[in-house]
């Protein structure tokens, strides 16, 4: 067996992994690549391998930079399925029609432009109709469960605590009579967030493909975040001033809702309005609510015994519309408005950041990760000025960052997760799904544990794992 990697190689997105048997390639994830446009583009549009051959994909979880190149790779002529949990085949109906509906937007804007120049126009990466079709190439499972995955090869989802319906993939080979187990993290979460089951701790493998967000960085406890969105939601309203939070559709937004909750109810903040205000945060709410399966034991306990929906208390509106969206400029007051995208890049976010970022009364609440060149990096690294639909603005109000919310393990807990593997049978440890100095610092880390086979592998560079 090999393995070639594609995505996600010192970096972060377009996560892409190439497992390849003696007759058969099956691809982990197939993300796609954000950051600067072309280079993006370049590297979402070529896949470097034949997709007519790759007669299986696993998918490890629903977001955008694992799964968002699925409808191109369909539309390219793969034909297998994309095995994945149920859960995260339903947030994909969602989201990878969403992604389709911004690839249609910014190829009609970079073609307004190239109209005007007399360029040639382009297509988008796919269209609405390309991600609708690719849902008939899925098939959902529920964690624990071995499924058959091509000839000699089965994988079992365990649970990866990072977004509803996460999964790490562990992939059983049997060839020539040996047998290997190769654990393929995807993205690992952190104990004790909320909603979602705490990571599954995997002991018996071969080899080992991990993800290095933050393989170099230390989060606050997760038991911090309360008291800490407490604080910032009190101190922003004492100042007459709104919170704005750009947070992925999927995770971060649910997570947010479920923490302002307990904070109303424990009285600990202020009354104010929580406007969630993303159509796709709406459609992605139902699927939780649809995914009992997935929920630890007090989320479960809130729904069934307490008969409260933590995702739709009183003082939270979700938004649909347009005009309503429009409308949340003209409020008076403070309020608390949770928008997509994620790392400012698209969407309603953009908006709000135009019309609050120069007021020093508001918050500007960072809680996920920023990849390089978004605009969301920027008002982390709290540049004077950001461009924002092409114009300038001065970045005036008070930028926090919560890194404990983050729904990926820090340094401490990768290690902690890699220290309870059977180091004496793992034979490799390749390093993903991180940026340059996170991943050698992984790296360094595991080495101290007393580990030697780590690797950091480049694009296209192929492992033998026999
Ligand atoms: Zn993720
Ligand atoms: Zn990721």
Known sequence: MKIQFWGAVRTVTGSRHLVMTENRKILLDCGLFQGHRQEANEKNQNFHFDPAEI????????????????????????????????????????????????????????????????????????????????????????????????????????????????????????ENGRQTRLLFTGDLGRKHIPILRDPFQVEEIDYLIIESTYGGRYHAPVTEVKNELAAVVSRTVARGGKIIVPAFSVGRTQELVYYLHELFNEKKIPEIPIFVDSPLSVNVTEVFRLHPECYDAETEDLFLRHNEDPFGFERLQYIRKVEESKQLNNHKGSCIIISASGMCEAGRILHHLKNNIENPANTILIVGYM??????????????????????????????????????????????????????????????????????????????LGYQRVYIPVEGEIYDLT
């Open 371 to 448: 990849a390089q060149n978004t605009l969301g990096r920027k008002l982390v690294e709290r540049w004077k000025k950001v461009k924002i639909f092409g114009e300038q603005y001065d970045l005036r109000s008070e930028v926090v960052v919560m890194n404990a919310f983050s729904a990926h393990a820090d340094r401490r807990e990768l290690l902690d997760y890699i220290s309870h593997l059977n180091l004496t049978r793992l034979k490799g440890i390749y390093l993903v799904h991180g940026e340059e100095d996170q991943i050698e610092a992984l790296k360094d880390g595991i080495q101290e």
């Open 55 to 174: 007669s299986s994909m696993i998918l490890s979880h629903a977001h955008i930079d694992h799964s968002g190149n699925i409808p191109h790779l369909v539309r390219s002529g793969f034909q297998g399925n994309i095995h994945a949990t149920s859960a995260t085949l339903d947030l994909c109906s969602v989201m990878l029609r969403d992604s389709a509906h911004i690839q249609e937007k910014d190829a009609e804007y970079v073609n307004k432009k190239h109209a005007r120049k007399g360029l040639p126009l382009v297509e988008p990466l796919y269209t609405t109709e390309d991600a609708r079709q690719s849902l008939n190439s899925f098939v959902g499972y529920g964690y624990n469960r071995w499924f058959f995955v091509a000839n000699g090869v089965k994988a079992i989802f365990r649970e990866a605590g990072h977004i509803l319906g996460s999964a790490q993939v562990l992939l059983e080979v049997n």
